[in-house]
């Protein structure tokens, strides 16, 4: 397959297979003239070096990477042949970096707003001004509210310094969207039931069976976890997938679930009391490691074959057959736990469910399972403690915060929103934005920008002009992840050999960083000598910073420079040896399938469903996933990417798109259940894989900052849509599935037939 990729198909088939295959075969076919897209610039390979160390971040899975460099510019990408985790290969979106590095539309010099927020007029100022700005509005926020009055939205490896600088300055608000947008419910949910968090350490490489819910592996790229799937089903695992759209991973299915959105909780329940029914459970597991057997069997009593099948609006076969399925192969089964779960807002109860499917199986610490994988432990680096007066009005917001006794850690986005726009419990007046584009990713854009409109000043610290940064006062220019030292990287491989290694690497600059751009411990300790915290500055620079988190496991930028980027040891196999016990982190030491915790907090204590409201006539649900080749919309503006992928096309039913008079190319818009229309149009994708109930567009489209000259305003932004969210009791995380679209065609509104 590889021989015959252009890098054109490399691109477009980003997805499952070109995940795996590395870029330099590619190149051997562009030297030999067969692709028409020069992939290097002319000339050759003979003057170059090959720079290690680099650590990807064109999104947060952190494959490890070499430049190759002429003339101090970066002119390809490649996987770091000593990597145990990605190896040779990066995914479209890791060999497309360089576009980031020389896009000439990314931010170059700090610059400050003299328009209107989310209208700016770029100044260019000096860094000094720009901190004395900075420090000074900062510093008129906690002189006048306290710190409490400063907020911080922050996402990415380079916010990890600047955040411990915002806690030590006591500031209470602090929301990242990787939790409270994506897996803050599998992790809380999971640990609530399992007592460990299992992210995505899931070893389908060694199932004999795997279940995907949701989770479209393949256009969802993580690169070595595609890579462990993929194995997974060369080794013939078979695969079960419940989507109701024909996603990457649905192709590749033995079973492909046609779900009805936002019943899975019932699937789940269906099939467990199918399990548990026929007796065809792991027996001995759940005896030994389990609490609540028998109320969980009384609970899901009710999801007989029958009540399930017309719930979800699928085969009573099939449930059936997937069931049997799983238990034919229990434990080597890899029930994944799912990443992105903020769907619907009753999401909690779906991943413990998922948590108690898998313990039925016993699928924990064994060959396929999820497995409690050991890495090695690396230090931090602090701010001194300092003791803040605890004024009892500081604690309002945490006490509001309690409402959600499972919430992930930091402030649920939403109150934190509200707080903004009502000053109540306490006004919140200044904003730090490091590394998230919130205007794209924290549903209700209206009402983020109502907040962002109510403060006294924002500063935005970015690499690229994506739409967050129209919101900035002051402007801050980042270097980028291949130009800067930054956070350690580190794993373990128990797939690829006999024997398990783990590694660390640290991110290394490739190239020097052009214009003026800096990196996060040069900002941040510049805004502390100005905010008169010189002397607690815990490292002088990047570098300090990441020998101090080394220095715990006896290395340094100087010894890794020398190992090519990567330390590697042996590791420990996660699968239990014979004779031990797994361990649980709950409270009971056992897997809590009836949890006492929940009980107490009056929520279900064993996993329950909740219907999602139905889509009005004329309308469907509108879901959404990933492009393979794209990163949210941070990688809109890559020139390679979206020229393979310029918009989001919309999946529509055949036979609804038949009866509408739509056909497949052509140009729609969207209008939401509150009348909200799609600022941007795009193609309609017409195909029998996707249910009646809904429609699908990749998240990240509709740029609409025209400083972003590539991705301006290409396809459709689908957070603009979701206007209305569910914000769930347990967590404080809001789901967004519950948002309803119909179709614009020249200018007519068309409904949905249902
Ligand atoms: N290329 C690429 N890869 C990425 C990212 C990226 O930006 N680009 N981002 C990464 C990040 S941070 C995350 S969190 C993950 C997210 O990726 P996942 O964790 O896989 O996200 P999900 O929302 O579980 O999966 C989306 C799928 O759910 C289906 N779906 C929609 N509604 C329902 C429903 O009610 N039930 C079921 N069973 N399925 C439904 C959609 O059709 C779609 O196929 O991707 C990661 N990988
Ligand atoms: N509608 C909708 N909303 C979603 C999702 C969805 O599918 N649909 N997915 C959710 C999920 S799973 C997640 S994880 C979140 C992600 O939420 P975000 O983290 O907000 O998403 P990104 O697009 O990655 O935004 C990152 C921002 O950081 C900038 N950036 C990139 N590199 C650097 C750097 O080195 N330094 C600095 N300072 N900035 C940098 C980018 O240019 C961009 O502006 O979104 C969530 N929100
Ligand atoms: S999966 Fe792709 S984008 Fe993500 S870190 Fe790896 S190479 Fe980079
Ligand atoms: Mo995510």
């Known amino acids: 397959m590889a021989m015959n990729l252009t890098r054109r198909n490399l691109l477009k088939t980003a997805s499952l297979a070109a995940a795996s295959v590395p870029l330099s075969k590619v190149v051997a076919k562009a030297e030999t003239g067969i692709a028409k897209v020069p992939l290097i610039p002319p000339g050759s390979f003979k003057k170059t070096k ?78 000094e001004e720009a901190l004395d700005t900075c420090a000074a509005k900062l510093q008129a926020t906690i002189d006048k509210y306290g710190p409490k009055g400063i907020g911080v939205w922050y996402h990415g490896a380079s916010a990890h310094y600047p955040t411990a600088y915002f806690e030590y300055l006591g500031v209470p608000n602090m929301y990242e969207p990787a939790f409270y947008q994506c897996r ?41 976890h595609v890579k462990n799937f993929l194995k997974g089903l060369e080794n013939g695992s078979k695969l079960v997938v419940v989507d109701p759209r024909f996603s990457a991973s649905a192709a590749k299915a033995h079973i492909w679930v046609k779900i009805k959105p936002g019943t899975d909780t019932a699937f789940l329940l269906g099939l467990m009391n199918y399990m548990l029914g026929k007796g065809c459970y792991n027996k001995s597991f759940v005896d030994k490691h389990c609490l609540g057997l028998n109320k969980l069997k009384t609970h899901v009593a009710e999801w007989s074959i029958e009540k399930t099948a017309k719930e979800c609006d699928i085969p009573g076969k099939q449930i059936v057959e997937v069931a049997e399925l799983l238990c034919e192969h229990a434990p080597h089964v890899a029930v994944h736990p799912g990443r992105h779960a903020a769907w619907y807002g009753n999401d909690f109860q779906r991943v413990r469910a998922n948590a108690c499917l898998t313990a039925l199986l016993g699928a924990i610490d064994c ?100 739409d967050i940064t129209m919101w900035a006062d002051i402007l801050l ?29 640290a991110r290394m600059p490739l190239v020097e960083p052009m214009f003026e751009r800096k990196d996060s411990v040069w900002m941040i300790n510049e805004l502390a000598r100005r905010m008169g915290h010189e002397k607690d500055i815990p490292v002088k620079n990047q570098e300090e910073f990441v020998d101090h988190m080394l220095k715990e496991a006896d290395l340094s ?135 009646k109930d809904c429609v699908f ?50 200018g007519k509104t068309i409904n949905i037939p249902g």
């Open 50 to 127: 090959t720079v290690t160390g680099g650590v990807c971040e064109m999104c947060f899975w952190r494959c490890q990477l070499v430049g190759k460099v002429r003339d101090n510019r970066l002119i390809k990408l490649e996987g770091n042949p000593k990597s145990i985790d990605n190896g040779l290969n990066l995914c479209a979106r890791g060999n497309s970096g360089i576009k980031l590095v020389y896009d000439p539309d990314r931010l170059k010099y700090p610059m400050k707003n003299i328009g209107k927020r989310g209208a700016p007029k770029w100044k260019k100022i000096s860094w």
């Open 184 to 224: 803050g419910q599998t992790a809380m949910a999971m640990m609530q039931t399992l007592g460990f968090v299992p992210n995505e350490d899931v070893d389908m490489a060694n199932s004999k069976a795997m279940l995907l819910v949701g989770c479209h592996l393949g256009e969802n790229i993580h690169l070595s």
């Open 367 to 466: 060959p396929g399972g999820i497995v409690q994988i050991k890495r090695m432990s690396t230090g931090h680096v602090h701010w001194p403690k300092v003791e803040h007066e605890e004024d009892p009005e500081d604690m309002a917001l945490a006490e509001m915060e309690e409402k959600y006794p499972f919430r992930p850690p930091g402030t649920p986005p939403e109150l934190m929103r509200e707080t903004m726009v009502t000053g109540k419990p306490y006004p919140i007046k200044s904003m730090v934005i490091w590394g998230t584009n919130s205007i794209k990713t924290m549903p209700n854009q209206e009402e983020t920008m109502k907040a962002l409109a109510n403060m006294d000043f924002i500063m935005v610290t970015d690499v690229s002009p994506t």
């Open 477 to 505: 220019p980042e270097a980028c992840y291949l130009e800067r030292y930054d956070h350690i990287e580190k794993g373990t491989q128990w797939n690829q050999s006999d024997k398990p290694q783990q590694f660390v690497a």
């Open 557 to 691: 930028i100087a010894k890794l420079r020398k190992l090519d980027g990567i330390y590697i040891q042996e590791g420990e196999s996660p699968y239990l040896k014979k004779g031990d016990e797994p361990e649980f982190g709950t409270d009971s030491g056992k897997i809590e399938l009836y949890s006492e915790a929940m009980d107490d907090e009056d929520f279900p204590p064993l996993p329950t469903y909740t219907r999602t409201e139905e889509p009005p006539k004329g309308y469907a649900r509108m879901i959404y996933g990933r492009s393979p080749v794209h990163t949210f919309n941070r990688t809109a503006n890559n020139a390679w990417l979206s020229r393979e992928v310029p918009e989001n096309p919309l999946w529509l039913n055949d036979e609804s798109a038949k009866k509408m008079g739509i056909k497949d190319g052509d140009r729609v818009s969207l209008e939401n259940q509150a009348g909200k229309r799609s600022a941007g149009s795009t193609v309609v994708k017409v195909t029998p894989g996707i249910r």
């Open 697 to 746: 567009i990749a998240h990240g489209f509709g740029t609409f900052n025209p400083a972003m000259t590539v991705g301006y305003n290409k396809g459709i932004d689908d957070n603009s849509l979701n206007t209305k969210i569910n914000r769930e009791g347990e967590t404080g995380i809001s789901g967004m599935r519950i948002n309803f679209v119909r179709i614009i065609k020249n």
